[in-house]
T-cell receptor
Framework: NAGVTQTPKFQVLKTGQSMTLQCAQDMNHNSMYWYRQDPGMGLRLIYYSASEGTTDKGEVPNGYNVSRLNKREFSLRLESAAPSQTSVYFC???????????FGSGTQLSVL | GENVEQHPSTLSVQEGDSAVIKCTYSDSASNYFPWYKQELGKGPQLIIDIRSNVGEKKDQRIAVTLNKTAKHFSLHITETQPEDSAVYFCAANPKGSSNTGKLIFGQGTTLQVKP
């Protein structure tokens, strides 16, 4: 089992460019999440999806959009990247009514 | 909303010594407190968690204690080994987030275990 798979692992963008971060899980989990990790700030929730077809904002949703394509896949899109979005992005999943998060290995994004 | 403060930000111990990391939370409605370990280049991994109806939980060399009155919880690692070197995050579930992975994380503690 691969668990949670994120692509790409590294990305460099110029300010104003757009991109989509991909995430897929093979654990048959209902819930999926996008967190960002910044030095000295821990992890902060960007968006959350409780099930296919539903999404909710987290702590820091501004500048991002998400799509829950199906039960396995949850993508994060930056429409117009800004330097403040330079971060490490983690996708995670959890089972039904379960708080335990399973994280992917992350995407390191730099916006110049 | 919920706020989680974690101390210290860095911790260096000799192999075999104990390590303690402390977190405080602000929302008295929080009832789930996990600890995650993040090794270099990897995503965080759950190592232990505790619920508000329990004061202490142990799993081999790691333990977590919870003081609901004071709103703080701690991670204790005994007989530390070099492979314990990593970044550790505490977290709490904010009001209305029970049974979900919508967590508020602490700032992280970098633990270095010197051989």
């Amino acid at each position: 089992n691969a668990g949670v798979t994120q692509t790409p692992k590294f990305q460099v963008l110029k300010t104003g460019q757009s991109m989509t971060l991909q995430c897929a899980q093979d654990m048959n989990h209902n819930s999926m999440y996008w967190y960002r990790q910044d030095p000295g700030m821990g992890l902060r929730l960007i968006y959350y999806s409780a099930s296919e077809g539903t999404t909710d904002k987290g702590e820091v949703p501004n500048g991002y959009n998400v799509s829950r394509l199906n039960k396995r896949e949850f993508s994060l899109r930056l429409e117009s990247a800004a330097p403040s979005q330079t971060s490490v992005y983690f996708c995670a999943s959890s089972g039904v009514r379960d708080e335990k998060l399973f994280f992917g290995s992350g995407t390191q994004l730099s916006v110049l | 909303g919920e706020n989680v403060e974690q101390h210290p930000s860095t911790l260096s111990v000799q192999e075999g010594d104990s390590a303690v990391i402390k977190c405080t939370y602000s929302d008295s409605a929080s009832n789930y407190f996990p600890w995650y370990k993040q090794e270099l280049g990897k995503g965080p991994q759950l190592i232990i968690d505790i619920r508000s109806n329990v004061g202490e939980k142990k799993d081999q060399r790691i333990a977590v204690t919870l003081n609901k009155t004071a709103k703080h919880f701690s991670l204790h690692i005994t007989e530390t080994q070099p492979e314990d070197s990593a970044v550790y995050f505490c977290a709490a579930n904010p009001k209305g987030s029970s049974n979900t992975g919508k967590l508020i994380f602490g700032q992280g503690t970098t633990l270095q275990v010197k051989p």
